[in-house]
């Protein structure tokens, strides 16, 4: 029987959600745009009513460092940044290589994600009830490709094990809320991508454990008939748009059978 989850793991669900608005530094891809307007006023807050700090023309060159809704976070110098309109600006390069215009925003996805995914194994497995019980339930990142401008995702369902033992397949999972939670939260940074349609399929190990992974379920959405505005102040509003293999009422309720 499991014991009773630690305050410091209660605090979880908070860690969870604060990954809606938080980015791990570094996970931008530094990209080279190309200013497309007659005009571009960077501005030092992305409000259209926020101060200029610089002018650019058509044609210029502008490092792209990251993004925040409708609006791109520029360089203005080696110290300072501001924001301009993404409409104003197209991308030819990745700073280092020539690149297809999508790859700025593929690989500042991957790495949002598989940053996520690190913190949340990092606060499991650094709670206190993985140092009474020994075991945890974690993810692991397994690909993230774009395809006919699908993005697919695939996770691995798995446990973290302090020492040895069986993890039979009746082994109920304390922290099933909270993996539902930490779900949604790839959601929304799915979401936040440029991209419309999503596909998640997350993984797990057969009882053989030879190696091998078998399905263990899979996530489909649509960006644009997401009512974003509703979903992103309630937890759980989400999966209402969600397409699902499996009961989210039994998603993660027991661990994955890993021995």
């Known amino acids: 029987m499991f014991k009773k989850i630690s305050i410091p793991v209660i605090l979880f669900a908070v860690f969870i959600f604060n990954g809606f608005c938080e980015e791990k530094a570094g996970a931008f891809v530094e990209s080279l745009g190309v200013i497309t307007a007659n005009v571009v006023y960077v501005r030092d807050k992305p409000d259209l009513d926020a101060r200029r700090i610089r002018t650019f023309y058509e044609g210029a060159k502008i490092i792209v460092i990251g993004e925040q809704g409708k609006w791109y976070k520029v360089k203005v110098n080696n110290v300072r940044?501001?924001?301009?309109?993404?409409?104003?600006?197209?991308?030819?390069?990745?700073?280092?290589?020539?690149?297809?215009?999508?790859?700025?925003?593929?690989?500042?996805?991957?790495?949002?994600?598989?940053?996520?995914?690190?913190?949340?194994?990092?606060?499991?497995?650094?709670?206190?009830?993985?140092?009474?019980?020994?075991?945890?339930?974690?993810?692991?990142?397994?690909?993230?490709?774009?395809?006919?401008?699908?993005?697919?995702?695939?996770?691995?369902?798995?446990?973290?094990?302090?020492?040895?033992?069986?993890?039979?397949?009746?082994?109920?999972?304390?922290?099933?809320?909270?993996?539902?939670?930490?779900?949604?939260?790839?959601?929304?940074?799915?979401?936040?991508?440029?991209?419309?349609n999503f596909h998640i399929d997350v993984f797990s190990n057969p009882s053989e454990n030879n190696g091998s992974f078998k399905k263990y379920a899979e996530f489909s959405f649509n960006r644009e008939r997401v009512n974003f505005e509703k979903v992103k102040d309630f937890r759980g509003e989400v999966w209402n748009y969600i397409k699902t293999t499996s009961d989210i009422s039994e998603i993660f309720s027991k661990y994955p059978i890993v021995k």
């Open 81 to 196: 940044s501001g924001y301009a309109l993404k409409k104003d600006i197209s991308f030819k390069d990745t700073l280092g290589g020539s690149s297809k215009s999508s790859s700025y925003f593929d690989k500042k996805l991957s790495l949002n994600v598989q940053n996520f995914i690190d913190r949340f194994n990092l606060n499991m497995t650094e709670s206190d009830y993985f140092d009474k019980e020994g075991i945890v339930p974690v993810f692991k990142y397994k690909k993230l490709q774009i395809e006919d401008g699908t993005v697919k995702l695939e996770l691995i369902y798995t446990t973290e094990k302090k020492r040895e033992r069986v993890v039979s397949d009746n082994m109920s999972n304390p922290f099933a809320k909270e993996l539902r939670y930490f779900m949604e939260v790839v959601f929304f940074k799915l979401i936040n991508s440029p991209y419309k």
